[in-house]
């Protein structure tokens, strides 16, 4: 089988999207032949290693001139939705009769759409509905994606993976829990007030047992002054460290010193942060928007709040009192990760989706 993954991303690693889409492709290859375009022309670092599978992208579009085999793919794989590169693609694909998957990372869900939900309503009328509706099928990163997104006509599961770490979580803080959140500092969708509002409520406790949460996140779009600001409305500076990004081995080392990471979303495809700390063996404390709260709940791997400040509050009380459960918690979040997450697993079984496609 012959595919050809499309994408619009750079060399960063705080991007959900720019992380994933290296790993989709190197570990699809063990199943496939696969190749990459990517429409910002950027040479990804990750796929250095793989000289053959990067291709210059080149307009106006005609996927005839690509490299070969790829120039005649049984699949195209777009990444996201909402990239009007694609459109001009999309219809050069039609033409050649060539079927495409879109994987819209959780752009397409109705959490999703209600952001900016006037611009994404004309925007889909006008441009995007065709695009979306004449893919072979819409590959959703999770259950609560495929049931909550209304686009395509058919739709699959096709998760992300996470790649199992040689190092893991060895010990926890018995008393003065360590909470952490790395990720990108979008205030929405992250729900990063409602976690700095759900810190404030359980303030009382937290202080007297010693609690701290340090939150780590790029300065984009000015998202860094408005959680700062969202922490000083609060008067919770005391019990929050906000932080500008880390990267790879600090990362993991600050990951590896916490106790229980924290990511409070409205609505997300498959987070990596949470995949990352789960197969590193920190427990979880997360919101339904994640999409994999239900699944950290039946592995007894965190804690599961809904998305209001009294739900997180309750859960970050009940996260200090439980710290004897933590080493359990941790082995159950590792085995989580790897017994459904780890890539080979997940490249095989997207292969085989991708193969009932074109039969």
């Known amino acids: 089988m012959i595919i050809l993954h499309i994408a619009a991303i750079e060399n960063d690693s705080c991007s959900g999207v720019c992380a994933v889409v290296p790993w989709h492709i190197i570990t699809q290859q063990e199943y496939a032949k696969v190749g990459f375009v990517n429409i910002f022309n950027v040479e990804i670092n990750r796929l250095k290693s793989y000289p053959h599978i990067q291709m210059e992208y080149v307009k106006p579009f005609d996927i005839s001139k690509l490299a070969k085999p790829y120039d005649a793919p049984d699949l195209v794989v777009f990444h996201e939705c909402y990239r009007i590169d694609y459109l001009a693609i999309a219809r050069d694909l039609r033409r050649k009769k060539i079927p495409y998957v879109i994987i819209p990372h959780g752009e397409l869900s109705q959490e999703a759409q209600r952001k ?204 200090a009192r439980e710290s004897d459960k933590l080493n359990v918690m941790s082995h159950n979040a590792m085995d989580l990760a790897r017994e459904n997450f780890s890539w080979d697993i997940i490249s095989q079984k997207t292969v085989e989706e991708y193969r009932k496609l074109i039969l």
Not at 138 to 158: N, P
Not at 216 to 222: C, D, F, Q, R
Not at 258 to 269: I, M
């Open 116 to 319: 900016k939900r006037i611009k994404k309503k004309t925007a889909n009328l006008l441009l995007f509905n065709r695009f979306a509706n004449n893919a072979v099928a819409i590959q959703c990163l999770s259950e609560r994606e495929m049931v909550g997104t209304d686009f395509g006509r058919r739709k699959f599961i096709g998760t992300n993976g996470i790649t199992l770490p040689d190092i893991t979580k060895q010990t926890f803080h018995q008393e003065a829990i360590q909470f952490i959140y790395i990720g990108r500092l979008d205030v929405y969708h992250k729900g990063l007030d409602v976690l700095i509002e759900g810190v404030s409520i359980a303030g009382e406790f937290l202080r007297a047992h010693k609690c701290h949460l340090d939150i780590y996140g790029p300065n984009s779009s000015g998202g860094y002054d408005r959680v700062d600001a969202i922490i000083r409305k609060y008067k919770v500076n005391d019990l929050i460290t906000l932080n500008h990004e880390i990267l790879n081995d600090e990362k993991k080392e600050k990951l590896l010193a916490a106790d229980v990471f924290v990511q409070t979303s409205r609505f997300e495809g498959m987070p990596m942060g949470i995949l990352e700390a789960l197969s590193l063996g920190l427990p979880c404390l997360v919101t339904e928007g994640t999409t994999i709260g239900e699944l950290i709940n039946a592995w007894h791997a965190g804690w599961l709040s809904d998305i209001s400040p009294q739900s997180v509050a309750a859960n970050l009380i009940t996260a």
